[in-house]
C-alpha cells in the first residue's frame, strides 16, 4: 500500500451515467458500509462508509481507496509500520493480500478496483 497525493477522484463531487446496487454491502457487524457503483464503461467502484474500529481486509483485485473524509492508519501486508491517511489522500493495494485498518475518525471513502 502506498499513499498517493495525486488523489484527482477527490475533485469529483459526483459519477455521471452510473447504476447503484440498491443492496448494501455490509461487513464487520455493520462497521463497513458500501454501495456498489457500476459506470457506463464497466468500471465498478463502492462508496461507503467505515466507523471507528481495527479491522483487517482481504482483496481478489487490485484496489485504490481515495479518503474522502475522515482518518485512518493502515498497516502494508508483513510491516509492523502504520501510515496515516486523511481527506484527500489514496491507499493503493494489491490483489490477493490483506490489510489491517484502524479507522480513527469515521472514514468516507470512494474505492476503485482494477
Known amino acids: 500500500m502506498t499513499s498517493d497525493t495525486t488523489n484527482t477522484d477527490t475533485n469529483n463531487t459526483q459519477f455521471d451515467n452510473a ?9 464487520f457487524d455493520g462497521k463497513c458500509v458500501s454501495h456498489t457503483v457500476l459506470l457506463s464503461d464497466g468500471t465498478r467502484k463502492t462508496l461507503g462508509v467505515i466507523f471507528p474500529a481495527s479491522l483487517t481486509f ?3 483485485a487490485a484496489e485504490k481507496i481515495d479518503v474522502n473524509a475522515g482518518r485512518c492508519r493502515v498497516r502494508n501486508p508483513g510491516e509492523e509500520q502504520w501510515r496515516e491517511y486523511g481527506p484527500g489522500e489514496s491507499i493503493s493495494v494489491p490483489a490477493n493480500t490483506s490489510f489491517d485498518i484502524e479507522v ?4 468516507d471513502y470512494v474505492c476503485h478496483y482494477f
Open 19 to 27: 447504476s447503484i446496487i440498491k443492496r448494501a454491502n455490509i461487513y
Open 104 to 107: 480513527v475518525e469515521t472514514l
Open 58 to 60: 482481504s482483496t481478489q
